[in-house]
């Protein structure tokens, strides 16, 4: 598993935050807006290397360590686990405070039934009172969403709007 790392979006592997970083230059560009120099560097660098003939991937940081995915489409396991353990928690809590009022067995049974159609964590019931014994910092309800699913701000271009500024 790949080390995680502290964002202001919560805890992601230095893959995702690579994407991410991408997938944001990237609309930029579409966009036609300026890239701060940073940005720009990274750029410059990376094709730089990539012209060379190394490899693009690594150049651009989105190389894979061997076994390690892209999570892109699916989400990281450590968010993955995150999000069960949330729902567990709020499953818990009473109709009143707009939860199922289930016990933890029935929220983890719940959480681990697989449903065709729905949203399913993949986990078996053994597999999420493992993770709720040995991760108690995550029993909370609200946790960090995902950075894939983090929306990427878009600015209009500063010729179109003469108003806007540029951080």
């Known amino acids: 598993m790949t080390k995680s790392i502290k964002t202001p979006f919560g805890s992601h592997s ?17 966009d036609g807006i300026p ?7 990274f750029l410059i660098i990376a094709l730089r290397s990539i012209g060379e003939g190394n490899d693009a991937e690594e150049a ?25 353990m949330s729902w567990i928690v709020s499953a818990m809590r009473s109709k009143s405070e ?24 993949g986990f078996t019931e053994e597999t999420l009172i493992h993770y709720w ?3 108690p910092k995550q029993r909370t309800a609200s946790f960090d969403p995902p950075l894939s699913s983090q929306p990427i ?11 806007s500024k540029r951080d």
């Open 14 to 30: 230095q893959l995702a935050i690579n994407q991410y970083r991408l997938r944001a230059i990237a609309m930029l560009i579409e």
């Open 35 to 41: 890239l701060k120099d940073d940005d720009q560097q």
């Open 60 to 84: 651009l940081g989105v190389k894979r360590k061997r076994g390690e995915k892209r999570y892109i489409k699916t989400f990281d396991p450590v968010e993955l686990r995150q999000m069960a």
């Open 98 to 121: 707009d939860g199922l009022g289930l016990t933890f067995h029935e929220a983890v049974e719940r959480a681990a039934r697989r449903r065709k159609g729905e949203f399913n964590f």
């Open 133 to 135: 014994d040995n991760y």
């Open 153 to 163: 701000r878009r600015e209009k271009n500063p010729s179109q709007n003469k108003n």
